[in-house]
């Protein structure tokens, strides 16, 4: 079949329709030849037409077929020497996928035509030269055009904003209130159901695992498991096909525009994991799917002592070259084209430390970072980064530059240990629930720099986390030995299910204690999706190929879900109604232009501030945290100063109950709002105490207390 072949432009790369035909460009800077293949379908197991780009530019190797339209299915084959030994990878049998792809066709068919090598124990010396088209998903040409009406982000200042981490798939997968053929799709969680109950639960964004295509790992494949995360990146573009319900191209990427533009409608932003840190092919002995086989020593970082194999500072066999401007350039138009094209409010950086690694360390000044802060669309979006990696010196917690936020792991790893009754944690924990100044004030940040969170999709669930001294991940297919095993025994008991009622009683508490804790925390909470009604993955904490009812989200609740449900509900409308909990700038720790009360103040269990051998001892593990709501010293966009009311916050660690003496003098009133002993953690009706009554903390506890009657000069140490 013959067809029109056009010189073409070398830019934009990848596949661009013009509405006179396809511009297909893609760089290559080692190869001798690269052909583009147009398949009749996404099944065919050969191309129908194979077209040489003859041109290159600016080592891009493009041309303009005028009679090609969206929906069409291609892949490259890339010419070049096959010698491993020199990083060089390159196999013409082997089809490709575009590393600008905007839509892919399906999953891969795995066989040993996959791999660029022959596999008969030799290693990956000799060449593989068997087609394996058959069995490769297709490159979607797309028609990017959509209506977005009015749509717009919502903008939500960080200091206001409650992220939900969630699972397209796992979130609406079992809801009976979105229609089925929706259930697990972007349309099923872009449904009224799924957003009205994001809303009642009171978040601001949803923050969602990985949707870019990823591959299926064949390991997984042949023990019958998924890749359920997705953090196994085949393309950088196109969203993953399986969580449309529309058939794969331009119709699976509008209805990824449509959930979005949905949840902008409800005042929800969506941020998405994104995992530029390495791809599904592995290391030297992984398949050869798309990057390895179109420029390998461009695309990924290789010991520069044997270039056959790869810098590996994820885990994962591989690392990308970000310090190549190609591959930078990659990423950039990627980061660009979420934004721009598909509305989306921010990202999640997984093992971001990998993205500022230079040549041979950490480097704070990275093209990476630079290109990111001086981009007009990409530095006004919401830059949140897991500050680690595997690599040495990766632990980056408190050392990305402003613009960004951090999972802050320190959190997480404090209040765990608080309330699991390690000693020594009442310093750390006041650092933590304060906005971790000791992590960011110094570098010009504030607060919001601390994305806080308890548990995340990486780890136990909540319910997991204090009904389970050991992981219980056999259904994973490895003999239970996946999965981090360190700081999980919480003393609740017997572990797993269990008839025990105090032992139940307990972790429901502990379940309160952490929600209240995390939410009432200055910085940004982050509550993984299912926490808030004690979902359970059976013990598992590590549920990444978990596509089942281990992983999604359940929608026949018990009443301690309810119940937990609505706590949940209420703590987040306590944060949202009061800014006290969600100040934009650092306390001080002293008091405010001329006030007689300081921003924030630790008591002890007497109702005397804390002293210094109190906060070095390691046998203290309650305290009360005061905090001034008439003095903030912060404005709203009018000008105006916002004042609020003025919580204490009672923090008891202790495996036994503990008596606390009420600050202030005798005219000062507390009304309780929060007791974590309650099933139901809020107080109704609420509770009245008068200032130096000593108020019984049960064992393992947290309450709220809200000033009542008094002024603030009146809350002083006893």
Known sequence: ??????????????????????????????????????????????????????????QVWHAFLPEVLPGQCYGFRVYGPYAPEKGLRFNASKLLLDPYSKAISGDIEWGTEMYGYEMDGSGDGHRDYRDDAWGMPKSIVIDPAFDWGNDKLPGTPLHKSIIYEAHVKGFSKLNPAVP????????????????????????????????????????LTE?????????????????????????????????????????????????????????AEGNHLGPTLCFKGIDNPTYYRLMPDDQRYYMD?????????????????????????????????????????????????????????????????????????????????????????????????RYRDTVRKYWKGDDAQVGELAN???????????????????????????????????????????????????????????????????????????????????????????????LLGGDEYGRTQYGNNNAYCQDDEISWLGWERDKPAQQLLS?????????????VFRRPKFFQGRKIR????????????????????????????????????????VRSEQGEPIVDDTFLILFNANHESQRFTLPGRVDVHWDMLVDTVEDLGFVEPVRNYQAGQALKLAERSLCVLRLAVGEESSVTSR
């Open 180 to 219: 089925e053929n929706l259930r697990g799709t972007y349309a099923g969680l872009g449904s009224e159901p799924s957003i009205k109950y994001l809303t009642d639960l009171g978040i601001t964004a949803i923050e969602l695992l990985p949707v870019h295509q990823h591959a299926e790992d064949q390991h």
């Open 313 to 409: 500072f994820t885990g994962c066999g591989n690392s990308l070259n970000v310090l190549h401007p190609t591959v930078l350039r990659m990423i950039v138009d990627s980061l660009r084209y979420w934004v721009t094209e598909m509305h989306v409010d921010g990202f999640r950086f997984d093992l971001a430390a990998t993205l500022v690694r230079g040549e041979n360390d950490i480097n704070k000044y990275s093209s990476f970072l630079a290109i990111i802060h001086q981009d007009p669309i990409l530095s006004q979006v919401k830059l949140i980064a897991e500050p680690w990696d595997i690599g040495m010196g990766g632990y980056l917690v408190g050392n990305f530059p402003v613009l960004w936020t951090e999972w802050n792991g």
């Open 432 to 526: 933590r629930l304060s906005g971790s100044s000791d992590l960011y004030q110094t570098n010009g940040k504030r607060p919001y720099a601390s994305i806080n969170f308890i548990t995340s999709h990486d780890g136990f669930s909540l319910n997991d986390l204090v009904s389970y001294n050991d992981k219980h991940n056999e259904a994973n297919g490895e003999d239970n030995n996946d999965g981090d095993n360190s700081n999980h025994s919480w003393n609740c008991g017997a572990e797993g299910p269990t008839e025990d009622e105090a032992i139940i009683s307990l972790r429901h508490r502990q379940r309160r204690n952490f929600l209240a804790t995390m939410l009432l925390s200055q910085g940004v909470p982050m």
């Open 1 to 58: 079949m013959s067809i029109k072949v056009w010189p073409g432009v070398p830019y934009p790369l990848g596949a661009t329709w013009t509405k006179h035909g396809v511009n297909f460009a893609v760089f290559s800077e080692n190869a001798t030849g690269v052909d583009v293949c147009l398949f009749d379908s996404p099944e065919s197991e050969a191309e129908s037409v194979r077209v040489r780009l003859t041109e290159y530019t600016d």
């Open 567 to 579: 706590y949940t509900q209420n703590l987040i409308k306590l944060r949202n109604d009061h800014p």
């Open 594 to 633: 001329g006030s007689d009360v300081k921003d924030i103040m630790w008591f002890n269990p007497g109702g005397t501030e804390m002293n210094d051998d109190e906060w070095q001892s390691s046998f203290v593990k309650c305290l009360g945290m005061l905090l001034s709501g008439k003095t903030m010293d």
């Open 223 to 279: 023990k019958s498991l998924k890749n359920y995360w997705g953090y196994n990146t085949l393309s950088y573009f196109a969203p993953h096909h399986s969580y449309a319900a529309a058939k794969p191209g331009t119709e699976s990427v509008n209805e990824f525009k449509q959930m979005v533009k949905n949840l902008h409608a409800a005042g929800i932003e969506v941020i998405i994991d994104v995992v530029y840190n390495h791809t």
